[in-house]
């Protein structure tokens, strides 16, 4: 069965630092790997995708996200948080084209300014 | 990219009424749709996966005949909430798109339904 783990109910970080949001998975095949960011009462808007190639992702907004498959991660980053980061994130899976997401918990990110 | 229109954002109705919630992929043919239900400040859970021209798959637990979808054309899948209790108010979600294994999945903007 498909998984995924978001470790962190909430990260805080300060406008202008770094931020990581973790993400772990576990499928039986080739992992299909999405971040999705959620603002307040709307639906969830795409980031970006692992499916294959390169390690590093690059996405929306200065996101990037890193494959690592010893470790089944997937974490999102951004050299430089803004404020308007501040959202609902969602790390997502599937194992073929065509089925459904199968979504994380969600982590809290707020930046601070 | 990929446009996926849902309507309305936001039902508020008395006990016992149906609701019906609308999902259009705008620009691309979805024959596969799925809804989503997500609770305040959790996950999506996957109630059904909408098939065109087909029965919806249930996920365990969901009841089909409270929820039931139609997708009668590759641009439109319809929810509809028979019967509503204040329990079914939630934040409702479609997505449609993803046929190929590079294309991300895209979101309506959701539903917000409020039972009284």
């Known amino acids: 069965a498909q998984s995924v783990a978001q470790p962190e109910d909430q990260v805080n970080v300060a406008e202008g630092n770094p931020l990581t949001v973790k993400c772990t998975y576990s499928?039986?095949?080739?992992?299909?790997l999405f971040w999705y960011v959620q603002y307040p009462n709307r639906g969830l808007q795409f980031l970006l995708k692992?499916?294959?190639?390169?390690?590093l992702v690059k996405g929306s907004y200065g996101f990037e996200a890193e494959f690592n498959k010893s470790q089944t991660s997937f974490h999102l980053k951004k050299p430089s948080a803004l404020v308007s980061d501040s959202a609902l994130y969602f790390c997502a899976v599937r194992d073929q084209a065509g089925t459904a997401l199968i979504f994380g918990k969600g982590t809290t990110l707020s930046v601070s300014s | 990219g990929a446009v996926v229109s849902q309507h309305p954002s936001w039902v508020i109705c008395k006990s016992g009424t149906s609701v019906k919630i609308e999902c259009r992929s705008l620009d691309f043919q979805a024959t596969t749709m799925f809804w989503y239900r997500q609770f305040p400040k959790q996950s999506l859970m996957l109630m059904a996966t909408?098939?065109?021209?087909?029965?919806?798959?249930?996920e365990q637990g969901v009841e089909k005949d409270k929820f039931l979808i139609n997708h009668a054309s590759l641009t439109l899948s319809t929810l509809t909430v028979t019967s509503a209790h204040p329990e079914d108010s939630s934040f409702y979600i479609c997505s449609g798109g993803g046929q190929n294994s590079n294309q991300p999945q895209h979101f309506g903007d959701g539903t917000r339904l409020s039972i009284l």
């Open positions: 499928v039986s095949g080739n992992p299909y």
């Open positions: 909408s098939n065109e021209g087909s029965k919806a798959t249930y």
């Open positions: 692992y499916i294959t190639g390169d390690n």
